[in-house]
């Protein structure tokens, strides 16, 4: 009868956790700085040149802000710096031999809804640069560099991806 209702009660507490999780939206911080980087189509060379460029500015960025401790502060930064980011992009592309244009803007740009590993990214418009190669069409990559949410990847080499458990998968292991 124990077992019975410890197992009911399981069920109940996992659904509750589970259902609070899967509601949870927008986990980034209302005044972040996010950066995204807009592939010209959905081409597997432009896809890969995307990444280039991705990665060629995810360094510098990290770098740039990583001690930053306000929003201003980081804003400034950015400011200051798109000269060199755009110089950065220009000699990935050009290393590519990528002969489309581009565009890096900072500002309010739109971002469409997202989810992404369960979490609802609301669709609006944010503070952020948006690198766009060529016509912007294809699908693109994002991230949060003010503060540095997913940046900090790069100062780690060997990183994974965050494991979820829940409270009751963690008694029944300790316990059974």
């Known amino acids: ?11 109940i507490l996992t659904y509750i956790i589970i259902g609070n999780v899967v509601a949870v939206n927008n986990i980034i911080p209302d005044d972040a700085i996010r950066v995204r980087v807009i592939a010209n189509s959905n081409t597997e060379y432009d896809q890969n040149i ?3 460029v991705k990665e060629a500015i995810e360094s510098d ?6 001690e930053t401790k306000n929003l201003e502060e980081a ?12 110089d950065n992009i220009y000699t990935t592309l050009q290393s590519e031999d990528y002969q489309l244009p581009f565009t890096v803007n900072f500002g309010l740009n739109y971002f ?3 989810e992404f590993k369960g979490v609802t990214y609301d669709e609006g418009y944010y503070e952020s640069v948006v690198v ?3 016509e912007g069409l294809g699908d693109n990559w994002w991230c949060v560099l003010f503060p540095p949410l ?6 780690y080499d060997n990183t994974t991806d965050v494991e979820y458990t829940t409270m009751v998968k963690t008694i029944i292991d300790k316990y059974f």
């Open 150 to 155: 997913c940046m900090l990847e790069v100062e």
């Open 61 to 66: 960025m990290y770098n740039l802000l990583k």
């Open 75 to 86: 804003r400034s930064l950015i400011k200051d710096h798109l000269p060199s980011l755009e």
């Open 132 to 134: 766009t190669l060529g």
């Open 50 to 52: 995307k990444y280039k």
């Open 112 to 114: 469409p809804k997202k």
């Open 1 to 11: 009868m124990k077992k019975t209702i410890f197992v009911f009660l399981s069920i």
